[in-house]
């Protein structure tokens, strides 16, 4: 079996990805009629790229602070149909229905910025089409630093930290070793929808990079902020509803030109070409990403289970925006069913106490934890204040909706509390090195409330206050490949995801059932 090449950074900061969560707010506009999601667009016909040009600017100025590496690397000469690579589980594995890709011919894997990387740097086929924290550490160590990942405009957690020196160079890109986070450099939104101020910034930990006007924040209310995030996996793209964490890109085009003139410092003057774009596009629509082998369940195609990417291909012929969604913006009508995976069902049947056996049932049984358990959701923005009730009965499904994949099926970003800080701070996560911000609103309905978290999310694109905190949550294939967790990183390991949800919503899993759920969400 073949070991994924290790390649150069991405201009893609979460490359375009799963949406998730699910935004009530989005009653206002009705349910949205039904679409391949291969042309998915931004399910807000209102979204533009009012961020863009700011966010680019930033980045072309960041190219004062001059990156003593140069180069890109190679890259490998062909991604055929159906590659599988190692991963800390087992093998992870690519299918590509229309047939292999040649990168020397793919915009995806050409060097079309000033900085050496390319989408490929940051969306490799080994770590889920993202990057993982692990695998990001071994390319420090390998190349010492001069990877293109580790580049200043956002690799570092300031595009002024010093980096001659190896020891300059580790401290500098500790948030990207550690845990495999890009800064992602947004500008405060415009005032006639700026609902907030930032009051109060702890930068200490990213070289005070937020509170430098050079590079971060001229005001309480202008400037450029910058948030720390997951690259998000350029696998699976057909099954989206939202691009990025926080919805800001309306299409992948647009979404691939952004990330080229940002995170690989492209020259405005000389923008990706529409036969670039599509290439792009193309390829990233075009392949279907899955755990393949667990190194205890073994194969995840075996008696009748349907695990793998070429299953999941087979999905999406039945994929539409809005499919399952829980509360009522399905266009078909059909009643929500929380049992949105059903991989491992046959399992549960299995016969016999060998070792292969009893871990193919822990993997059934936790497919039937995340199905069947019952969440008592409180204090979900998105969901609670939307539906003005404190308690909501929910489900995993509730807000991971479309079947056998896990992200939300319609536009939907919301707050479960991981950029919480302060006295908030987050259950089971870690959420230390990264910047905390407080935020008061000023105007709108939340007007006078106080926010402290580690991201505003969607907030630095809507400036709405409603929006402080929230993000979509990604789809869920491929997950063994990709720690950490969640957008900032906060969950080392899958335990770390599940316990923070059992203890943020007092759900009373047993170990058993830990077990079992972890051991699931490793074969997805």
Same mark, same amino acid.
Do not use: M
């Given at each position: 079996m073949k070991k994924g090449a290790i390649a150069a950074f991405s201009l893609f900061e979460t490359l375009r990805f799963p949406v998730a969560g699910l935004a009530l707010v989005f009653f206002l506009d009705g349910p949205p009629p039904p679409a391949s999601a291969q042309t998915a667009k931004s399910a807000d016909p209102a979204q533009t790229r009012a961020w863009a040009p700011a966010a680019i600017d930033h980045a072309q100025k960041m190219r004062k602070f001059k990156d003593p590496d140069l180069g890109s690397q190679p890259v490998p000469p062909v991604i055929p149909r159906f590659e599988v690579d190692e991963d800390p589980s087992g093998t992870i594995a690519t299918f590509q229905p229309g047939g292999p890709t040649f990168p020397p011919l793919?915009? $995806? +894997?050409?060097?079309?910025?000033?900085?050496?990387?390319?989408? +490929? =740097?940051?969306?490799?086929?080994?770590?889920?089409?993202?990057?993982?924290?692990?695998?990001?550490? %071994?390319? $420090?160590?390998? =190349?010492?630093?001069?990877?293109?990942?580790?580049?200043?405009? *956002?690799?570092?957690?300031?595009?002024?930290?010093?980096?001659?020196?190896?020891?300059e160079k580790r401290k500098a890109y500790k948030l990207v070793i550690d845990k495999g986070l890009i800064r992602i450099g947004l500008a405060m939104p415009d005032p006639p929808k700026l609902q907030f101020e930032v009051t109060k910034v702890d930068d200490s930990d990213v070289n005070h990079c937020i509170t430098n006007p050079a590079t971060g924040l001229t005001s309480k209310t202008t400037g450029i902020v910058s948030v720390f995030r997951r690259p998000l996996p350029s696998t699976n793209l057909g099954f989206l509803s939202t691009i990025m964490f926080d919805?800001?890109?309306?299409?992948?085009?647009?979404? %691939?030109?952004?990330?080229?003139?940002?995170? %690989?410092?492209?020259?405005?003057?000389?923008?990706?070409?529409?036969?670039?774009?599509?290439?792009?596009?193309? $390829?990233?629509?075009?392949? +279907?990403?899955?755990?393949?082998?667990?190194?205890?369940? /073994?194969?995840?195609?075996?008696?009748?289970?349907?695990?793998?990417?070429?299953?999941?291909?087979?999905?999406? =012929?039945?994929?539409f925006i809005g499919v399952n969604d829980p509360f009522g913006l399905n266009p078909t009508g059909a009643p929500f069913d929380p049992n949105i995976f059903n991989l491992y069902k046959?399992?549960? =049947?299995?016969?016999?106490?060998?070792?292969?056996?009893?871990?193919?049932?822990?993997?059934? /049984?936790?497919?039937?934890? $995340?199905?069947?358990?019952?969440?008592?959701?409180?204090?979900?923005?998105?969901?609670?204040?939307?539906?003005? #009730?404190?308690? +909501?009965?929910?489900?995993?499904?509730?807000?991971?909706?479309?079947?056998? #994949?896990?992200?939300?099926s319609v536009k939907a970003p919301l707050n479960i509390g991981i950029a919480n800080a302060g006295a908030n701070s987050p259950p089971a996560l870690d959420i230390s090195g990264l910047p905390v911000f407080t935020l008061k609103c000023t105007q709108g309905p939340l007007a006078g409330q106080t926010?402290?978290?580690? *991201?505003?999310?969607? %907030?630095?694109i809507s400036g709405q206050c409603a929006d402080i905190g929230k993000v979509k949550g990604p789809i869920l294939r491929g997950l063994a490949a990709r720690a950490p967790y969640f957008h900032n990183g906060s969950a080392a390991t899958l335990l770390d995801a599940v316990n923070f949800y059992d203890q943020r919503f007092n759900i009373g899993f047993t170990d058993k059932q830990k077990e079992d759920l972890v051991n699931f969400l490793k074969t997805l």
């Open positions: 793919n915009a $995806f +894997f050409q060097n079309l910025g000033t900085n050496g990387r390319t989408c +490929f =740097s940051c969306h490799q086929p080994q770590e889920g089409w993202t990057v993982s924290s692990a695998g990001v550490h %071994a390319r $420090f160590e390998a =190349s010492g630093g001069t990877d293109p990942i580790f580049r200043l405009v *956002d690799g570092a957690t300031c595009p002024s930290d010093k980096v001659k020196t190896l020891a919805g800001r890109e309306p299409d992948l085009e647009s979404q %691939a030109i952004d990330a080229t003139l940002t995170h %690989a410092q492209g020259n405005p003057n000389t923008p990706l070409t529409v036969e670039q774009q599509r290439q792009i596009v193309d $390829f990233e629509t075009g392949i +279907f990403t899955a755990q393949n082998f667990d190194n205890e369940a /073994h194969s995840l195609h075996a008696r009748n289970a349907t695990g793998g990417p070429r299953a999941l291909s087979a999905e999406l =012929s039945k994929f046959p399992w549960l =049947s299995l016969r016999g106490q060998n070792d292969e056996t009893q871990d193919r049932k822990s993997v059934a /049984h936790g497919e039937e934890v $995340f199905n069947t358990t019952r969440i008592n959701i409180t204090d979900v923005a998105g969901i609670n204040d939307v539906l003005h #009730v404190k308690n +909501f009965s929910g489900f995993c499904a509730t807000c991971h909706d479309t079947p056998n #994949v896990g992200d939300h926010y402290v978290v580690t *991201d505003p999310g969607r %907030a630095l």
